[in-house]
C-alpha cells in the first residue's frame, strides 16, 4: 500500500484502487469537498505522474477517456484548484511521491491495464440528490429528474414559463462551461425533440453562470446526469429499445418493395443528417444509426 498525506488531502493506493481524499484547509475549493471522497479504480487509470517544483510539486492521475462522467460533463474545463485528480505536494515529500507514483505505475503494468478509451463510466459520479444555485438559477437532481428554478436576476423571458422539470429520459445531452473572463458559463440540457439555439441567458433549459464562487457545483449536477445517460461510446445496443427505435427509424421489413426501402432509407438518412444538425442527436448516436441504415441499404 503507498499513501501520501497532505494539506490538500490524502491519497491512499491499495493495489486495486485509489482512495482521494480532499483537505480540510480552507484553501480546498467548494467543488473538491461537496465532491468528497472518490474511489478510482485502477483499470480507470491511464497513467499517474508527478511533476516537482522549487517550492511545490503536483501529482496528476489520468483517467482512461469516458471513464469518469464529470471529466466527460466538463470536458476538461476545470481549472487545477477544482480538479479532484491533482494532489499538491509540499518539497519535504517529494520521496513519498516518487514511490507513490512507482507503486502505481508498477501494478498497472502488472494488470496490463489499458490506456485506451472506455465505452461505460468506471466511476459513479456525485452521489444524488444535490441541489446547487448559482448565476441565474437553481439547479436540483434527484436521480431521475433535473428542476431548473429561477431568481430575481433571471430575465423576464426566461423567468416567464416558470420552473423547469425535465425527466433523464428526454434529455439527450449536458454540457457544463465556466465563466471565462468577460464571457459568462453556462449549464445547458439538451432536450430531444425541443433543439435550440437561444444563448444560456434565455434558454429555458440552461442556467447562465457568471463566475462566482459556487459556480463549480453546477459541474457536480452536470456530471450527475452525464452519468445517467447513455455512454457516448457505448454500442447501439446498450441504448434503451425505444431509444434505439427513434434514432434508427422505420425497419425494412416494413416497406412492400427493396425499391421503396431505398428511397424511404435514403430519406431516413436525410431525417438524421438534420436531426444531428439542429443537436438532437449526438455524434455517436448520429454514427450509430447511419451505420444501421447504410447496412439495411
Known amino acids: 500500500m503507498a499513501e501520501i498525506i497532505q494539506k ?10 485509489l482512495r482521494l481524499t480532499p483537505g480540510r484547509d480552507r484553501n480546498i475549493s467548494l467543488l473538491r469537498k461537496d465532491l468528497g471522497e472518490l474511489a478510482v479504480p485502477l483499470d480507470a487509470l491511464a497513467g499517474v505522474s508527478f511533476e ?8 496528476r492521475l489520468r483517467l482512461r477517456d469516458g471513464a469518469d462522467p464529470l471529466l466527460q460533463a466538463t470536458g476538461g474545463k476545470l481549472t487545477d484548484t477544482d480538479d479532484p485528480y491533482q494532489l499538491n505536494v509540499e518539497s519535504d515529500r517529494y520521496g513519498v511521491a516518487e514511490y507513490f507514483v512507482d ?5 498497472l ?14 466511476l459513479p459520479g456525485p452521489a444524488v440528490p444535490l441541489s446547487v444555485s448559482a448565476g441565474d438559477g437553481t439547479a436540483t437532481f434527484d436521480g431521475e429528474h433535473v428542476r431548473l428554478e429561477w431568481n430575481w436576476k433571471t430575465e423576464d423571458a426566461k423567468a416567464a414559463a416558470g420552473p423547469r422539470s425535465l425527466a433523464v429520459a428526454d434529455i439527450t445531452a449536458v454540457e457544463w462551461h465556466p465563466a ?3 464571457e459568462n ?14 444563448p444560456p441567458k434565455y434558454d429555458p433549459n440552461s442556467v447562465e453562470l457568471w463566475g462566482f464562487k459556487k459556480d463549480p457545483l453546477m459541474a457536480l449536477v452536470a456530471a450527475a446526469v452525464q452519468a445517467r445517460l447513455p455512454h457516448p461510446a457505448a454500442p447501439v445496443t446498450d441504448v434503451p429499445p425505444q431509444r434505439q427505435k427513434e434514432i434508427a427509424g422505420p425497419t425494412a421489413d416494413n416497406s412492400p418493395s427493396a425499391e421503396h426501402d431505398h428511397d424511404a432509407h435514403l430519406r431516413r438518412l436525410r431525417e438524421l443528417g438534420e436531426l444531428h444538425r439542429t443537436g438532437v442527436l449526438t455524434d455517436d448516436e ?11 441499404m
Open 8 to 17: 490538500d488531502g490524502t491519497w491512499v493506493f491499495d493495489g486495486d484502487a
Open 52 to 59: 516537482q517544483g522549487r517550492k511545490a510539486g503536483r501529482l
Open 103 to 107: 507503486e502505481v505505475r508498477n501494478a
Open 109 to 122: 503494468l502488472l494488470d496490463e491495464v489499458p490506456s485506451g478509451a472506455v465505452d461505460r463510466y468506471l
Open 180 to 182: 471565462v473572463g468577460l
Open 185 to 198: 458559463g453556462h449549464l445547458r440540457f439538451g432536450v430531444r425533440r425541443a433543439p435550440t439555439k437561444a
Open 286 to 296: 448520429f454514427a450509430h444509426a447511419k451505420q444501421a441504415i447504410l447496412k439495411r
